[in-house]
Every structure is written in C-alpha cells, then in structure tokens.
C-alpha cells in the first residue's frame, strides 16, 4: 500500500475532532470509518498493523487510514490523545499505510491540534473551513520530517553527537552553537548546513525545540513555578522563558499548563 509521505494528497472534507483517553488493555478495530491523524499528548500504546509493531509515544502523530483494520495495546491509564478524522480525496479509490511520525521537528504539531480542537467546538462555517487549512499545515510537517538529505557517516556522526550533547546541556544558560561546534571540532558554519540537511532547521532552533519539550513535560506533571521551569529548562529568565514558549506554542506556559491539565 503507498505511504501518505509519497505524493502530494488532497483532504475533501474534516469529520470530526476529539479528544480522547483510552483505558489499560487491547481494542481490535476491525476497520475504520476515516483516515485520521491521532496526535499523542500523554502515555503510550502499541499499535499492530499487521505484521508491523510500533509504539506511541507523547509527540508522536499516527496516521490511521480509513478502511484500515489494526490492534492497540495500552499498558497504563492516561493514555491521551487529539484525534483529527478527515477524508483524503483519493482513499476513495484506494487504502494507504497506516504509520507513527516520530521526528522531534513534529512537536510544534502539538499547537495545531489544540487550535483544531478549539475551532471545532466553537463549530461555524468560517471555523470548520479553517480546519482543513490546519490539517494540510499537519500534513506538511509530516511530510518535512520525513524529508531527508544524503550525508555520509561520518557527517551523522557529527550530527548524533551534536543531538547527544544538546539533549545532555539544554539546561545550561551559557551553552550556545558556538561552544557546540567547538567541542565537535567543527566550525559553527558547517555545523549549521550539517543540521539544515538532517533536521531541517538550526542548531540553535532544535536547542530550543528540545528546551520547549522539558518545559511542556514539566508544565504536564509537575508543580513547580513558571520561574523555577524556566532555569531547569536553560531560559535566561522567567520573562524570556514565556516570550520564547508563546513564540514556539501560540501558549504563555500558564496558559499550557491550563489546557494541557483539561486533557488529563
């Protein structure tokens, strides 16, 4: 069956959005009434897709196609979800892969799929239009993050280490590309084509996707202030931490930390 990533796709009309929670044990769906992309806030779930296993993660987005017959395993409670059903012009004629996205670059997604849900409570024409312009904005990203340009393995070496080293430092203030590319042994240049070809964006972009990520995940499960997620987290401060978070979500960090809590 081809993939969805394959060639451009067109979306005739947007069913439905919800949010949902799936209970611990196994749900068999014997075949679906549309496609829909399923964008995973907290917990995880396997899916089965025939012979193929992949596991569901918070960021992650699956693509469900209509038709499509599939198992779910959810191990724990709080398994959370934004579902969008949607029809694509042409799986009328035809069924795709169902598949999970995984790519850092789709956790900006995570906004797009609140303001779909918002738009769709509210439920005018003007809104129900803007929705199908959000969909191909979540197609887009799906389809970006699966681009990928040829490098050779020692360029992905540089690269892998790079992501290992910011995931290791993101909480230090003064860590910035500079310092980065000299412990690589690189210039701050090359190190920026090198992230453009693989991640599709900068170093200091992804330094700052990785620190947003932390900052959601302790907004989610934790109590602490905005002030003391902010220095965890890396931020210079508290007023910079909400000017940088709104930018990346559409959200001040309360303001997450209220809509985040009605999905839980």
């Given at each position: ?34 496609d829909s ?19 569901a993660e ?201 809509i985040i809590?009605?999905?839980?």
């Amino acid at each position: 069956m081809p993939d969805i990533c394959e060639g451009q796709l067109y979306i005739s009309e947007v069913l439905s959005v919800y949010k949902g929670t799936s209970s611990k044990g196994h749900t068999h769906i014997q075949s679906r009434h549309s496609d829909s992309f399923v964008f995973v806030l907290t917990g995880e779930a396997t899916y089965f897709f025939g012979n193929r296993k992949m596991k569901a993660e918070p960021g992650n987005i699956l693509f469900l196609a209509g038709g499509s017959m599939y198992d779910i395993d959810v191990p724990c409670e709080n398994f959370t979800h934004i579902h969008v059903n949607f029809n694509f012009r042409e799986s009328e004629a035809r069924t795709f892969d169902c598949n999970i996205f995984k790519s850092e670059t789709l956790a900006s997604a995570e906004s797009d799929f609140i303001n779909l849900y918002k738009k769709w409570q509210i439920g005018s024409i003007a809104d129900k239009v803007g929705s199908v312009a959000l969909v191909y904005g979540i197609y887009y990203k799906i389809i970006a993050s699966e681009s990928y340009s040829y490098i050779d393995s020692s360029q992905k070496n540089y690269i892998n280490n790079a992501v290992e080293i910011i995931h290791r430092s993101f909480g230090n203030p003064e860590f910035d590309v500079e310092g980065l590319a000299d412990c690589l042994g690189l210039s701050s240049v090359h190190l920026r084509r090198l992230f453009k070809k693989t991640h599709n964006t900068s170093p200091i972009k992804y330094l700052t996707s990785v620190r947003v990520e932390k900052a959601k995940e302790l907004l989610r499960y934790s109590e602490r202030s905005v002030n003391e997620i902010s220095e965890i987290c890396g931020f210079a401060s508290g007023y910079y931490f909400s000017r940088v978070f709104k930018a990346e979500t559409g959200f001040t960090p309360t303001q997450y930390r209220s809509i985040i809590g009605d999905y839980m």
